[in-house]
């Protein structure tokens, strides 16, 4: 049995492992710098994003983790920063699940628009996004600068 | 004579005007619902976003839009939104100074990465990003869902 809650403080280790495991799937384990307590204080105690988690038996399964974007064009717009679903528990429309809890957060927060980005190479994500009824666009460029 | 500047109340204005400049360039100039007055709001009086300013005798000739991001692997990032010059005030460095504005404030407040996004068919922007020693990265597709 599968449940669904906002992230509560404490959820930040279980969250933390998922990170870990999402960029080892994304072929850059060596690039998860942020800390569980900096992720701890990034969700709770001086937000600057937000998250929900499915959970099973109390451990957690699967997280959607997102922020507040801006949009010179839309104005206020949700970021999805990271959709990830352990791939134990994959075919239970948990990525579904969580997905639709953002998009309703979005709308019921009246922004305009949700944005977040897949690997080009990553198929089933590819595939899951536009059973969502998304737009995905190569056209623009990622820039990046990185400060260590 | 160019002078830079934070952004202050009242600028929403000729910024608003040359955010859809920009879109016109960027060959969507339908795409901006943005009004002066959300953007007067998401600036100043309940702000989302920050920007500095270029002028010249008091006029706006270019901005420089960011807002903070938050990346999973990296935490707090600063998110370059749009960054634009007029095109008769080109070739005056005023490009440059603005990105070195954002960039100074990113590393300032201890950030750990800047993003941006620019069009894959846009010459002279690539060419001025990859000068700021950008690493620029077409793996990474937009996804995106619009709520009208």
């Known amino acids: 049995m599968i449940q669904y809650r906002v992230a509560e403080i404490g959820d930040e280790v279980g969250i ?35 998250a ?22 839309r ?3 949700i970021y999805l920063e990271d959709l990830y679903v352990r791939p134990e528990y994959r075919r239970h429309n948990i990525g579904n ?24 190479w990553n198929e089933p994500a590819i595939t899951f996004y536009k059973k969502q009824g998304a737009e995905l666009d190569p056209e623009w460029i990622n820039g990046r600068l990185y400060f260590d």
């Open 52 to 73: 929900f988690v499915a959970t099973s038996e109390e451990s957690i399964v699967g997280f959607a983790l997102y922020y507040v974007s801006y949009s010179t064009w």
């Open 97 to 120: 699940e969580l997905f639709e809890l953002v998009r309703n957060e979005a709308v019921k927060r009246g922004y305009k628009r949700m944005d977040w980005q897949v690997l080009d």
């Open 16 to 50: 933390h492992g998922l990170i870990r495991e999402l960029a080892e799937y994304e072929r850059a384990p060596d690039s998860v710098i942020n800390t569980v307590e900096s992720l701890r204080r990034d969700l709770f105690t001086d937000p600057i994003c937000e």
């Open 75 to 77: 104005g206020r717009c």
